[in-house]
């Protein structure tokens, strides 16, 4: 049974950081891609990053240059490094997985983790 645990998120302030988590277990790890999601109440899930099987890192446009995300195969994580936050970051960030490649759209994920929220004051 594959599992999927975020950790990680908290109340922080503006310009602080805080380093997101994914643990998967029970995925064939070293051949999938790890995206984080992020969604706000009544807006869409929209994907903040990715890395695929290969380590080529996604950002959306909103957080290059605050985000960094890493995979360590052997430990079967992803790391989100989150820089520089600021108050528009506040979101519930999802982890999810899917073979290889990374994708755009949320219902190409097939795994998924219950989130951890995010809250950034200003």
């Known amino acids: 049974q594959v599992q999927v645990v975020e950790s990680g998120g908290g109340l922080v302030q503006a310009g602080e950081s805080l380093r997101l988590s994914c643990t998967t277990s029970?995925?064939?790890?070293?051949?999938?891609?790890v995206a984080w999601f992020r969604q706000v109440p009544g807006k869409e899930r929209e994907r903040v990053s990715c890395?695929?099987?290969?380590?080529?890192?996604y950002y959306r446009d909103a957080v290059k240059g605050r985000f960094t995300i890493s995979r360590d195969n052997a430990k079967a994580t992803v790391t989100l490094q989150m820089n520089s936050l600021k108050p528009e970051d506040t979101a519930m960030y999802y982890c999810a997985a899917r073979p290889k490649y990374c994708s755009l759209q949320q219902r190409d994920y097939n795994y998924w983790g219950q989130g951890t929220q995010v809250t950034v004051s200003s």
């Open positions: 029970g995925l064939s790890f070293g051949d999938s891609a």
């Open positions: 890395i695929t099987e290969l380590s080529i890192p």
